[in-house]
């Protein structure tokens, strides 16, 4: 994990995309509103926000929901997630989406941006998730 010191024009589209996302989101639980962008195989882009519930586990994250889609619509791999907040420094997938990311998007390389994309952080499922579990693999 790693933050960027050159932040190069492919990533700044790539969040821009998450970030147009973002705006999207219904979060009036949380006012924590986050966009993500999924990268295919095929190069086509997928992108996702939170979408918050009242009955807070029935709630779907940004990076769930880019990378569901992904899939949904016949992708077998993801090259590349990007994922951007609110805050003033990069956030981070929760546990959850750590696992799904583990499972449908190991090999991707993860960005991970603060809200006004100047600090960028490049990661990957196995820095995020080190003891991830996959049942294919038994």
Same mark, same amino acid.
């Given at each position: 994990m790693k933050y960027l010191d050159n932040v190069d024009d492919t990533i700044i589209y790539f969040l821009t995309l998450a970030k147009e996302a973002q705006k999207k989101a219904y979060a009036p639980y949380s006012c924590f509103k986050v966009g993500a962008a999924a990268v295919g195989n095929s190069s086509k882009v997928y @992108?996702?926000?939170n979408v918050e519930n009242a009955s807070y586990p029935l709630s779907m994250c940004a990076e769930r929901i880019?990378?569901?889609k992904a899939i949904s619509e016949g992708e077998s791999e993801i090259k590349a997630l990007y994922i951007i907040g609110?805050?003033?420094e990069p956030i981070s997938p929760c546990g959850a989406c750590r696992q799904v990311i583990f499972e449908l998007a190991r090999n991707s @390389?993860?960005?991970l941006s603060n809200c006004d994309m100047t600090?960028?952080?490049e990661?990957?499922?196995?820095?995020?998730l080190p003891y991830g579990f996959d049942l294919k693999e038994r």
């Open positions: @992108t996702g926000c880019a990378i569901f609110p805050e003033n @390389t993860i960005y600090k960028v952080i990661t990957n499922s196995k820095e995020l």
